[in-house]
Nanobody, 124 residues
């Protein structure tokens, strides 16, 4: 079992920044590819970003590439999502997810463990 706890969400104005963090416990963190997903009201959960075991490979959905940065600290068992130039359409509940794999995945059903989510609200 892997336990994931997100933090860092909140209310920010359009153009502002937030940094989300996800703390993992329970298993060897460096054995897990990590991802961030988001879900807005009435919409399906969508992929945002993912990072490989060592952090050497990352992948972003087109709508956030260049604005968001995913990173991980295997010594601290954390994965972060730095979000800059936020837009109203970025508002959602953000979830971190873990998959025991050397491969990056972009589909929610491929991840094994999920956090409880943290709310991001962007005011226009």
């Amino acid at each position: 079992q892997v336990q994931l706890v997100e933090s860092g969400g909140g209310l920010v104005q359009t153009g502002g920044s937030l940094r989300l963090s996800c703390a993992a416990s329970g298993r060897t963190f460096s054995n897990y590819a990590m991802g961030w997903f988001r879900q807005a009201p009435g919409k399906e959960r969508e992929f945002v970003a993912a990072i490989s075991l060592s952090g050497g490979s990352t992948y972003y959905t087109d709508s956030v590439r260049g604005r968001f940065t995913i990173s991980r600290d295997n010594a601290r068992n954390t994965v972060s999502l730095q979000m800059n130039s936020l837009k109203p359409e970025d508002a959602a509940v953000y979830y971190c997810a873990a998959k025991r794999s050397a491969t990056i995945f972009r589909t929610a059903r491929q991840y094994d463990y999920w956090g409880q989510g943290t709310q991001v609200t962007v005011s226009s």
